[in-house]
């Protein structure tokens, strides 16, 4: 069965760090692209960029450009989105899911379960 | 960007009612459109690619249909389990974008 999963909800303050990671299996995963989608009640679905693993090209939403790095390592078939510099409007679930195998503005078939990030003092 | 808007915000229905959702492109998109189902907790499911192609294993009873900036979801007898917030989502453009969602609620 193919299947992304992702790391634990993680709480942070204001001004650190976090990268939160997505496994991907039962596929390969050099071959397509693998996006992160983030949640909010307020924006709802946003996609934010996607990595393409066979050969790490990245592409961003403009508003997530600079914010996030998106990253992926082939050895371990395994996504990262990182912050350098968390704020409170990074409140979010995240999920990374599967994008297409040619394109990165495709339909997304599996979703991992999601990862919610809490930014507070 | 290419804003997704969708029709209504919630909808209320019965057990075995028809049920439809619109979702309006701000510019044509041919027929690049996906709709997923989102329940409490979970992520969304992808349910119909390209405007009307139904993903293996989800109930023919969903379908979709259009194209260029208009767009339908149908329930037809509609389930218990089908209870959920639904999203569209548009791949046409290199800025893939989703629609605000319609709730679908017991009525």
């Known amino acids: 069965e193919v299947q992304l999963v992702q790391s634990g909800a993680e709480v942070r303050k204001p001004g650190e760090s976090l990268k939160i990671s997505c496994e991907a299996s039962s596929y390969s995963f050099t071959h397509y692209w693998l996006g992160w989608v983030r949640q909010t009640p307020g924006k709802g679905l946003e996609w934010m960029g996607s990595?393409?693993?066979?050969?790490?090209?990245?592409k961003y939403n403009p508003s997530f450009q600079g914010q996030v790095i998106i990253s992926a390592d082939k050895s371990i078939s395994t996504a990262y989105l990182q912050w350098s510099s968390l704020k409170a409007s990074d409140t979010a679930i995240y999920y990374c899911a599967r994008g297409g195998p040619n394109y990165y503005y495709y339909h997304m078939d599996v979703w991992g379960q999601g990862t919610t990030v809490t930014v507070s003092s | 960007d290419i804003q997704m808007t969708q029709s209504p915000f919630t909808l209320s229905a019965s057990v075995g009612d028809r049920v439809s959702i619109t979702c309006r492109a701000s510019q044509r998109i041919s027929h690049w459109l996906a709709w997923y189902q989102q329940k409490p907790g979970k992520a969304p499911k992808l349910l119909i690619s390209?405007?009307?192609t139904l993903e293996s294993g989800v109930p023919s009873r969903f379908s979709g249909s259009g194209f260029g900036t208009e767009f339908t979801l149908t329930i037809t007898s509609l389930q218990p389990d089908d209870f959920a917030t639904y999203y569209c989502q548009q791949y046409d453009s290199h800025f893939t974008t989703f629609g605000q969602g319609t709730k679908v609620e017991i009525k």
């Open positions: 390209k405007a009307s």
């Open positions: 990595v393409y693993p066979g050969d790490s090209d990245t």
